[in-house]
């Protein structure tokens, strides 16, 4: 508010006014050259937006020959649709398949892991630091800002060298703990500012009513902060679903453990793939956070707005 | 007596809240500390020592402390050129990221029937998978079989395709100029605006909201034209959360390693900071350099957090 006090609006001094008539018509005109501005804008980002996806999944259900000789062409022929790239890219090696079913196994169970671990420490955390006064609060607060806004890859050399030494690189339990302590941050982050709006007063109320520090927590403040709660779920399984460069550094070797991200990653450096299985492989890899995201669009972009990832 | 009472009942409170505080939040530092913080600190002694992949093992606290590693980094050549891709690479991406994000914001303000799934649309390029998104616009601009060169040469009567993506430069004319583009590295900066506009968006969506029409109609009635409005009603307003997010967008662009490494591996001109500390790590095993170069970037990159919690204490509704 302090802004508009700052910034005079020029267009009421009337020696800035330009005559009546001359006005009335530059504005027709702006407000009509907006008008089809907006709609412009509208659909070309619409296009631009929804395109790459509407190809990846025409890609995925047409036949690599036809691809290559009829490249410009981005509908699929109705007699040409198959699913013959999602059952190959599902299938296991074994099968002269790519394996996709267990990465799928391996991604999801990560993801959960993270989303699991990631609530059981964050929640008292946050409720912590918004709530209870103690010895350092606020430099971790600080902490914890710093940390959600330093990006991974300055982590991973440390991170590599430490777990190669100590033998426990390839596991993917320690994937996991490292992606729980990527997304404490934000999470601490978006669940605080959560717990700061509701009102005080209800929690003192409930200690009033003999209910302890804990049972306030778990009984007043948590139910409250439900949906707060979901969309930070969401958020943290986005994340860990689609992380790439720890999944590299750490599971690479060995293709049995590869997440699906770093699996479609490192088959489609290979040339012996086609690149319509491979999109299908890329279906599979983003509908998981479609749905999810179609199913919940208010509730995660609350989420996103509260916080963000690197 | 009644205060000295309450005092000290007041002071066993504040203790077992302190007591309670302390213990609820230190998982979350303890993971923290060893995961993040401990790290980092590793890092800055792995930067003066002389270890190497293979000799992982042998690596402690106590190695030979050197400064090779700095100097290696500092005078190759590498280094700085590498600095000054990751800064166009940074700069015209956030600059893009915060135009586009704006301009959709501003231009699904006002109502209309299917806005909520044109706005759901918006965020597909930033909640997909990086991966299969980098993978998509990869096949898109194939010089075989992709739809933009198809195109291209097809209906747009390009000379020949272009391979976009480990293209370093190529000769545009213009108006009888010719002008040598960074082809690969422009089109990383494209993927990247396309992935972070909505961001963007989003955030100068929420503060739209909080813009109150009333002034808008005051100005209005005092014959402000829409460019008018925007420059002077609109844009005052946005700019704490442009600014914020600027610097916010700055940051993980500057670090970004994700989407140069997918799409080009840091060939063809895009080598960003961040790609050449993977290389010097995983390519060539170098753990020292790799360290020394990482550091580099935390350090340019605690200037700018430092900038950034310095314009949240200011706004604190971004943080």
Not at chain 1, 177 to 182: F, K, M
Not at chain 1, 196 to 218: F, K, N, V, Y
């Amino acid at each position: 508010m302090t802004v508009m006090k700052e910034t005079p609006i020029r267009p009421s001094s009337p020696a800035a006014r330009p005559p009546r008539k001359r006005h009335f018509s530059r504005d027709v005109a702006e407000t009509k050259l907006f008008r089809i501005l907006r709609w412009l804008v509208i659909v070309g980002l619409l296009v631009v937006t929804v395109f790459p996806f509407y190809y990846m999944i025409t890609l995925s259900v047409r036949d690599i020959g036809s691809l290559i000789s009829d490249p410009a062409r981005i509908w699929p022929n109705l007699a040409e649709i198959s699913f013959d790239a999602y059952t190959s890219v599902l299938a296991s090696v074994a099968d002269g398949g790519q394996g996709f079913t267990g990465f799928i196994i391996t991604s999801g169970l990560v993801a959960l892991g993270t989303v699991a671990l990631t609530l059981l420490i964050a929640i008292p955390g946050a409720y912590a630091v918004s709530r209870l006064q103690f010895f350092g609060r606020r430099q971790i607060s600080a902490l914890f800002l710093a940390v959600y806004l330093f990006p991974s890859i300055l982590l991973a050399v440390p991170l590599f060298v430490f777990f190669t030494r100590l033998g426990l690189r390839g596991a993917v339990g320690v994937l996991l703990v490292v992606y729980v302590s990527q997304t404490i941050a934000v999470s601490i982050f978006m669940l605080r500012n959560y717990f700061q709006t509701i009102p005080e007063s209800l929690e003192e109320a409930a200690a009033l009513d003999g209910l302890g520090r804990i049972g306030t927590m778990l009984r007043i403040s948590l139910p409250l902060a439900g949906p707060a709660i979901m969309s930070n779920a969401l958020f943290v399984f986005m994340i860990a679903w689609n992380e790439f460069l720890f999944a590299l550094l750490f599971l690479v070797e060995d293709r049995d453990k590869w997440t699906v991200s770093l699996g479609l990653a490192q088959l489609s450096g290979s040339l012996e793939v086609p690149t319509t299985v491979l999109m299908a492989g890329s279906v599979i890899l983003t509908l998981p956070i479609i749905i999810l995201f179609f199913g919940s669009e208010r509730l995660l972009s609350e989420g996103l707005t509260a916080g963000s990832d690197k | 007596m009644s205060t000295t009472t309450t005092l000290r009942r007041k002071g066993s409170v504040s203790r077992r809240q302190a007591r309670a505080g302390i213990a609820l939040v230190s998982p979350s530092v303890i993971i923290v500390l060893v995961l993040v913080v401990l790290p980092i600190l590793w890092t800055v002694m792995l930067a003066f020592q002389d270890v190497r992949l293979i000799q992982i093992r042998r690596a402690n606290l106590f190695g030979n402390y050197t400064l090779d590693n700095f100097i290696n980094v500092l005078t190759s050549e590498a280094l700085w050129s590498s600095l000054g891709t990751t800064l166009t690479y940074s700069v015209l991406g956030t600059g893009g990221a915060i135009v586009v994000g704006l301009m959709a914001a501003l231009a699904l303000r006002n109502a209309f029937r299917g806005r909520t799934l044109v706005r759901a649309a918006m965020l597909l390029p930033y909640v997909s998978p990086v991966v299969a998104a980098a993978f998509v616009w990869k096949t898109m601009l194939n010089p075989q079989f992709g739809v933009v060169n198809a195109w291209g040469t097809g209906a747009l009567g390009w000379d020949q395709p272009v391979s976009f993506l480990t293209t370093r430069t190529s000769d545009v004319e213009i108006l009888g100029l010719t002008i040598p583009v960074p082809t690969a590295l422009f089109t990383v900066i494209a993927f990247e605006i396309w992935r972070t506009f909505p961001f963007v968006f989003l955030f100068v969506t929420a503060r739209l909201l909080a813009v109150p029409k009333s002034i808008e109609e005051a100005a209005r009635m005092d014959g402000a034209v829409p460019t008018q409005m925007f420059r002077h009603i609109i844009l005052p307003q946005l700019l704490p959360t442009i600014a914020v997010l600027s610097v916010l967008r700055f940051i993980w662009t500057f670090n970004n390693f994700d989407d140069v490494y997918l799409l080009t591996g840091g060939g063809a001109g895009t080598e960003v900071v961040s790609v050449g500390v993977f290389n010097y790590l995983i390519g060539r095993g170098d753990i020292g350099s790799a360290s020394a170069q990482a550091l580099v970037l935390a350090a340019i990159l605690t200037v700018m957090v430092l900038i950034y919690m310095k314009f949240a204490v200011k706004d604190e509704e971004v943080a």
